[in-house]
């Protein structure tokens, strides 16, 4: 189920302003630039302490629901559909979580919480308005088509390795598809986020399911009993304690 969740940390593409805002591209720093300022620009996105979505994923019958919250300090998803719920929870400072895939709980390792909080922090820009903190640099490589579309190809590098490639739109720079981890995202419907000036998709394609965005909020309160460990079956409670 791990690519069910990365869709979720992929989900970040903004819509263009004017095009005589942004500057001509010769790097790949030009392209995240550009990005930057269609996004509402680097102080509107610095202000972003925490992102909470609600949605839904699947299609029909199938459909279900989803919410999802994330900042420095917490990690929180529902994921429910007709087949398949999943919880998933951390506690970043006291460096604790778990997750419940079904009726199955399962508390995380230090090296998984690690991995899922540092995924949620790129995924509030961090690896485009704080690269120096995540050890990202960008490559701009050859224009690609996609569906008779050119689109600039920007590579995030971390370690000399390829985090991930990136793909926005030349005119309005938007971020339309990333790859990453051997999966291909795609974004689309942009609109701006009640109360900001950061516009960001409602519509988020993938090989595991579409999901529409109904909603987001910026730094809103996050209710901490949402970390409490669930009961497994065998009725340990010795992990149930608020986190």
Known sequence: ???IIAVFVMFLAVFGVNSQDFKPVVTGQDVIDNYITASGGKDALKDI???RMKGKIGEGSEAGELEIYFSKNYVYMDIGMKEFSMKQAIDVKKKKGWTKFGEMIKDMTEEE????????DGSMWGNFINP???GITYELLQNETIDGTEYYAVDLVRDSLTVSTSYFDMKTFDKVREIKGGMTSGFSDFRKVKDSDVIMPFKITSQTG?????????????????????KD????DSKNEDK
């Open 233 to 236: 079956k065998k009725g340990d």
């Open 113 to 120: 919480i690690k991995k899922n909080t540092k995924n949620m």
């Open 210 to 230: 579409d999901v529409v965005i109904t909603d987001i909020t910026f730094n809103s309160s996050f209710n901490t009993k949402l970390l409490k460990r669930p």
């Open 49 to 51: 302490e925490s992102i």
């Open 132 to 134: 120096e903190e995540f």
């Open 1 to 3: 189920m791990k690519t």
